[in-house]
């Protein structure tokens, strides 16, 4: 079986650290809510850290969920800790705690001395229904100048999302920097300013994944021949992503917890390393990576006329979630484990296996 590149490339370690949301945003890929319970302590995260230390160097840490602040203590506990053993660490929020300028100020002042290198904010309209666009504004204003590496917004746009780009710059920076996900993924990075930050809003479309599986086809950007191009997902297995149950998952794109293909084992009852080498040689999780979601579900399709393909995708998660959460693709594709590995074994070599019925 040969090597895959890419596995662990980003040395990104990422944690959903609860499920639990005060929003219950309609699009939210990982379904959380005020509802959900799920949430992960500080000795936790810094045992999962310790171990993703062992498996690969991690150059950084995410802390995302639901909102990370739900944790209160816990979650300034576990940057601090990772923060003094001198890696990076990021949190995304949705900025419910901006509830006025008292709160806002002694909240940013709390996660930069608990040592946090970069914040995240998330933006677009469905937050806005939950969590008022202004505390968007005065957190981001009050993360200024405060010494982060990085402030951002990252926002979720369609064809006519209200709170897009054109309204952070109108509203909150016209300066900010935008990137997305090409020139994330390229490693290109933004210029800080003078202050030493870099100010950035991140913009990428929607996806219909998650509770947002069924958001009308007018409010995002389909691409209807996306499931023709075969195009492998570069990220799966490229970062350590564990969700607030421990579970490993084999990427962040969709939610994991119950996904039989990208759930890979649970962190706080093996080792990631084993979890990695079992992972690495799995024939569905290597063949997204160099086949592609789409490759698959057409196959599967081929094979049994009940598997659901859309007519339009936005992107290649949205195919994958509709393979990986199928019953009857997946058991297709169980039976089809020896030509999967033949077509990667030539993918790799080179040469184009059409998929056939
Ligand atoms: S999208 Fe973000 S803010 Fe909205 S429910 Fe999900 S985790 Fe909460
Ligand atoms: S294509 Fe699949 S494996 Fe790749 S990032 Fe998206 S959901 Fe994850």
């Not at 150059?59 to 506990?77: A, C, I, S, W, Y």
């Not at 081929?302 to 994958?320: F, L, W």
Request: one cysteine or more; hydrophobic letters at 35%.
């Amino acid at each position: 079986m040969e090597e895959l590149e890419g596995i662990l490339k980003r040395g990104m370690l990422t944690i959903s650290v609860t499920n639990k949301c005060p929003a219950r945003c309609a699009h939210c890929l990982a379904e959380s809510s005020p509802d959900e319970r799920t949430t992960l302590t500080s000795s936790k995260i810094e045992g999962i850290y310790l171990q993703a230390k062992a498996l690969t160097h991690i150059k950084n840490v995410v802390f995302t969920g639901g909102e990370p602040t739900e944790l209160e203590d816990d979650l300034f506990n576990a940057i601090s800790s990772i923060s003094v053993d001198g890696t990076p660490v990021r949190v995304v929020t949705n900025a419910c705690w901006a509830t006025d300028e008292q709160h806002t100020k002694a909240m940013v002042t709390k996660f930069r001395e608990s040592g946090l290198d970069e914040i995240n904010y998330s933006l677009d309209d469905y937050h806005a229904i939950w969590i008022p666009p202004e505390n968007v504004i005065r957190a981001y204003r009050a993360s200024r100048c405060q010494g982060f590496a990085g402030v951002v917004i990252a926002v979720a746009e369609g064809p006519k999302s209200r709170y897009n780009l054109e309204w952070i710059k109108k509203n909150v920076d016209p300066e900010i920097q935008v990137t997305h996900p090409d020139i994330q993924y390229s490693g290109i990075q933004n210029t800080p300013s003078p202050d030493g930050t870099v100010y950035q809003a991140a913009v990428h479309g929607y996806s219909r994944v998650g509770r947002g599986h069924r958001m009308r086809s007018d409010l995002v950007v389909l691409r209807n021949n996306l499931i023709d191009m075969d195009v492998p997902c570069p990220e799966i297995l490229d970062q350590i992503y564990i969700d607030s149950e421990g579970t490993v998952g084999a990427c962040c794109g969709i939610r994991i917890t119950g996904n039989s293909v990208l759930s890979m084992g649970n962190a706080l009852q093996e080792e990631l390393a084993d979890v990695y080498a079992r992972a690495t040689s799995d024939v569905l999780l290597r063949a997204i990576h160099v086949l592609g979601p789409g490759w698959l579900l057409k196959l599967a399709k081929s094979r049994d006329d009940t598997v659901k393909v859309r007519d339009g995708y936005t992107n290649i998660c949205e195919v994958c979630e509709d393979l990986t959460t199928q019953e009857s693709a997946i058991n297709v594709l169980s039976r089809a484990r020896e030509e999967i590995e033949s077509a990667i074994h030539s993918k790799l070599a080179n040469v184009t296996i059409p998929v056939s019925a």
